[in-house]
């Protein structure tokens, strides 16, 4: 079983920052990749950024440039520094990991439940 948590939500005014954790946490070989996406109300779910285990990132068009992905592997956590932050940018957030829990094993998407974001004056 893998369980994958989200924190650091919250409300922010436009322009500030904002960073959001991810764990994944349960019987892990090993952990492909970690990525954010978000949905605001009404609107499809949306990429925001991924990055590998050998640390390779992509980022969604609306989102590259402001928002930043890195990882710490010994501890199965993913980050998301989210800079000059937008009315726009405000959504849920949902953190996935690609994880295989044996050798060898198929590769499941694990999704967390989500951390609110919103970005208002």
């Known amino acids: 079983q893998v369980q994958v948590v989200e924190s650091g939500g919250g409300l922010v005014q436009p322009g500030e920052s904002l960073s959001l954790s991810c764990t994944v946490s349960g019987t892990i070989f090993f952990n492909h990749v970690m990525a954010w996406y978000r949905q605001a109300p009404g609107k499809e779910r949306e990429f925001v950024a991924q990055m590998t285990s050998r640390g390779n990132t992509m980022y969604g068009v609306s989102t590259k440039g402001r928002f930043t992905i890195s990882r710490d592997y010994a501890k199965n956590t993913a980050y998301l520094q989210m800079n000059n932050l937008k009315p726009e940018d405000t959504a849920a957030y949902y953190c996935?990991?690609?994880?295989?829990?044996?050798?060898?094993?198929?590769?499941?998407?694990?999704w967390g439940q989500g951390t609110q974001v919103t970005v208002s004056s």
């Open positions: 996935t990991a690609i994880i295989q829990t044996t050798n060898g094993g198929a590769k499941d998407n694990c």
